[in-house]
């Protein structure tokens, strides 16, 4: 009796130091990138090699973005000064379904953390030279069939005529969808993405074409409609 209880201690001692193994090999694996600092992973600053082994077989090594397909640049100042840590914290860990933008969030069937997705945005916000622009929280007025017109005229050659992504990436996808404000997509809209094919249509911002404050905003009304 005095042995069955010994073996039966010792199984479980063993299944203990098992999972204490386990549990720090997790915990030390995570910490990983708090105590790396500045140092190098394979000659490149461990943040900025987080960032590539991710994000830059289609954002490109630095988010300049890819011409040859949707993913646009998301390391400019452009898109940096207009897009929330949230938006890009959800688009990382969900991505954007039916899309090569595959969700890389754990709990999204992805391979990284949170700690590591905070991490790319840090990368991110590194690169950023102009300051954040300070977008109101409130929705934008418009007419959703003059913007259908508006749209099909100005924005299906590049997103397709239903949003769907051509040259640039889809709109009327969940993921962007849920994560951009009405605001986001009016100031894209109005400034455009200076070095992309996205160029400016808002007033006072140099673009070949200009479009009224208005005409912008039923254009987001109308985009608007594809949310589910």
């Known amino acids: 009796m005095d042995d069955d209880i010994a073996k039966v201690m010792k199984y479980f001692a063993l299944i203990s130091v098992a999972a204490l193994v386990v549990f720090v090999f997790v915990v030390v694996r995570e910490a990983m990138p708090a105590w790396k600092g500045e140092q190098e992973i394979a000659g490149r600053p ?95 007025e418009g007419v959703p069939e003059r913007g259908r017109q508006l749209y099909a005229a100005n924005c299906a050659g590049c997103h397709g005529l239903v949003g769907q992504g051509r040259v640039g990436p889809a709109l009327n996808n969940a993921v962007f969808q849920a994560s951009a404000s009405d605001q986001f997509i009016k100031e894209t809209i109005a400034r455009g993405r200076p070095g992309t094919p996205m160029s400016a249509w808002g007033q006072g911002y140099g673009g070949v074409k200009v479009l009224s404050p208005q005409e912008i905003g039923d254009i987001v009304a109308y985009i608007r409609t594809w949310k589910k």
Request: net charge negative.
């Open 46 to 140: 461990w943040r900025e090699g987080l960032f590539i082994d991710n994000c830059g077989s289609c954002h490109g090594q630095r988010g300049e973005g890819r011409a040859a397909g949707r993913a646009p640049a998301i390391g400019t100042d452009a898109f940096l000064a207009l897009a929330s840590d949230d938006m890009l914290r959800t688009t990382i860990k969900q991505g954007r379904p039916g899309t090569d933008m595959n969700p890389l969030g754990r709990d999204s069937g992805g391979v990284l953390s949170d700690r590591l997705i905070d991490e790319i945005i840090a990368y991110l916000r590194s690169q950023q030279q102009e300051p954040r622009v300070e977008l109101p929280e409130e929705p934008v």
